[in-house]
Nanobody, 119 residues
Framework: QVHLVESGGGEVQPGGSLRLSCVAS????????MGWYRQTPGRQRELVAIVHSGLNPNYANEIKGRFTISRDYTKNSVDLQMNALKPEDTGVYYC?????????????WGQGIQVTVSS
């Protein structure tokens, strides 16, 4: 079983930066995709940024140019560097990892980590 452990959230003023990290526990997992989603107040969970193995990252339009996702394939980890944060970035951020298994496609989620942007 995969456990995704997130860290790095917190509170920051508008214009500030935070870095989220996510590490998958266990060994031997070959993740096809890793990324970050978020749930902001009044909205459903939505994609922030994602990296498919061997491909360039995909970003939500709202965060392009401000957030950067990076993936370490040897550590099965994915980070999200968030710059120029805005109050509307406030929400719970979730790490996501997808892989093929003998029973089909499986996605795992982290527990979620709070990001608050407020003056």
């Amino acid at each position: 079983q995969v456990h995704l452990v997130e860290s790095g959230g917190g509170e920051v003023q508008p214009g500030g930066s935070l870095r989220l990290s996510c590490v998958a526990s266990g060994r031997g997992f070959d993740f096809v995709v890793m990324g970050w989603y978020r749930q902001t107040p009044g909205r459903q969970r939505e994609l922030v940024a994602i990296v498919h193995s061997g491909l360039n990252p995909n970003y939500a339009n709202e965060i392009k140019g401000r957030f950067t996702i990076s993936r370490d394939y040897t550590k099965n980890s994915v980070d999200l560097q968030m710059n120029a944060l805005k109050p509307e970035d406030t929400g719970v951020y979730y790490c996501n990892a997808g892989r093929h298994t003998t029973t089909g496609w499986t996605e795992d989620w982290g527990q979620g980590i709070q990001v608050t942007v407020s003056s």
